[in-house]
């Protein structure tokens, strides 16, 4: 059939154990109804619970809701079926791919069971809206499984299930797995596009091969594929990330020259990597032109540049910067932007995550997962790692479920904090919730081995890693060179 192959695959265990398609037992659909009903019974007000409605108005109001208001096409979705209805397959993909990116998985599965017990029969729309939702949680396994699943019911795959493939196996550093999705691409016929060549300049930056990086942007122009923003973004990110600011700086300058405006990532790879090598003069620059086009600065990016001025002690510029993001109007961000100044002021009043939270609330901040991972990160990098953890319990406290990005987040806290055994009860936590690790789990754990001198173990998380798939970074391959060195010197074999 059309079985997946590659290293990572073949010590999976079997494929999802869904039922063949068949006529449903009645217990399948009292499971089915409950599953469903679970996640409906809050959204169906009470007016509307018994009205009678056509099919057609259900399934118009299931699809179109289903991205601004899910509870409310999960609501309909219950009535509907209450009435003897059932959804069109549109409206099944609509709510699948829904409740996947607002990471509801289980309730996404059963919508897919549900139709392959009682239709209409799902195809490769489905599995692909599923699928994402997977690969976002960082269930490589369970997406594996999928797969398998997906070639026993005679789905074939498409473009889309290998671009979600690709992007997912480049952002988790799992060489390999890229290469085998590439392949199988090419063998199909099917032609990479811009996005696809994005996630393959992705793909070099993240490998050390930046130079492969350039050839692919001539081989780009050579075949008249259009070169976007996120191909300049990937181009200046690589070059940025090995030292070669100027060639960074040259691209930037021909992506505007090209009439190619920048976007808010373009500004944050020119200001994160002028910030790394100390060129805190032509990052404030760069800053500064970001906010003169309207854009908000990234959190992330604001976090790095009080790092490197609080570093030099240089508080009454961060308070400068401060003030002008205020005088520009971004007030939305700003009391994220103030609270983060607070963390890394000597005297901070927000030391404290409850009483940072509830700030942000009293400004009428609206909280999402990556205002939590920001905040973490401030702490994390203050070493502050109780109040990342307090972070997290307030992330879920807030309905949103911990991401690998949080929790990658929080193994870096406790290895800052030179706590190695909480560090590494995160990491079995991850594997032990079906999350993948990826490259970045991986290096940061090495990271935490190495500070607290256990060197032998810098080698063991790099097998693993191996094992896992992930290709190690240039940060891993020097931790584990490191490490081996001084275990020789020590007269240790390991």
């Not at 879920?396 to 055994?421: D, Q, Y």
Request: charged share 25%; hydrophobic share 40%.
């Amino acid at each position: 059939m059309d079985a997946p192959h590659c290293p990572v695959r073949r010590h999976l265990p079997p494929p999802l154990q869904l039922p063949p398609f068949s006529s449903p037992t009645l217990g399948y659909r009292r499971r089915v109804a409950t599953a469903v009903a679970c996640c409906c019974s809050a959204a169906a007000g009470d007016q509307h619970q018994h009205q009678e409605r056509p099919w057609e108005s259900y399934d118009r109001d299931i699809q179109s809701h289903a991205g601004s208001d899910l509870s409310r096409s999960l609501g309909l979705l219950a009535d509907m079926q209450a009435a003897g209805a059932r959804p069109s397959a549109a409206a099944y993909a609509r709510l699948i791919r829904a409740l996947g990116r607002a990471g509801r998985t289980l309730e996404a599965e059963a919508l897919l069971l549900e139709m392959r017990r009682l239709g209409p029969r799902p195809d490769a729309a489905h599995y692909n809206a599923l699928l994402e939702g997977l690969l976002a949680r960082a269930h490589l396994r369970l997406a594996d499984r999928l797969l398998l699943q997906m070639a026993d019911d005679g789905v074939a795959r498409n473009r889309r299930t290998y671009m979600l493939l690709l992007d997912a196996y480049a952002r988790a550093g799992r060489l390999e797995d890229s290469w085998w999705v590439l392949g199988e691409m090419r063998r199909r016929g099917i032609r990479l596009d811009t996005a696809g060549y994005s996630m393959l300049v992705r793909l070099y930056r993240d490998n050390g091969m930046w130079k492969k990086a350039t050839d692919l942007v001539m081989e780009m122009q050579e075949l008249g594929v259009e070169l976007d923003v996120k191909i300049y973004n990937g181009l200046i990110d690589t070059f940025g990330k090995y030292g070669q600011l100027a060639d960074a700086r040259r691209v930037f300058d021909k992506m505007r020259a090209e009439g190619i405006k920048p976007d808010i990532s373009t500004w944050n790879a020119l200001i994160l990597w002028h910030c790394r090598v100390g060129n805190m003069k032509r990052a404030l620059r760069f800053f500064t032109s970001m906010q003169e086009e309207g854009m908000y600065p990234d959190p992330k990016i604001f976090v790095m540049i009080i790092s490197r001025l609080g570093e030099q002690g240089k508080w009454d510029d961060i308070k400068r910067l401060f003030d002008g993001m205020k005088n520009r109007g971004f007030k939305e961000s700003g009391a994220v932007y103030a609270v983060l100044v607070d963390i890394y002021g000597q005297y901070g009043h927000f030391r404290d995550a409850h009483e940072c939270i509830a700030a942000l609330k009293a400004e009428n901040t609206q909280l999402s997962p990556r205002v939590f991972c920001v905040l973490a990160n401030a702490y994390a990098q203050q070493g502050l790692c109780e109040q990342s953890v307090n972070v997290l319990q307030l992330m879920e406290e807030e309905g949103f479920e911990p991401n690998l990005v949080m929790l990658n987040l929080l193994i870096n806290a406790f290895g800052t904090a030179g706590r190695h055994l909480e560090a590494l009860a995160v990491f079995q936590h991850i594997k032990d919730s079906g999350m993948s690790p990826d490259v970045v789990t991986y290096t940061t754990l090495m990271k935490t081995f190495m500070r607290a001198k256990k060197f032998e173990k810098v080698s063991e998380v790099y097998k693993e890693m191996e094992r896992a798939g992930c290709t190690p970074d240039r940060k891993a391959r020097e931790m584990l060179h490191d490490a081996s060195v001084i275990l020789e010197q020590r007269g240790c074999i390991y």
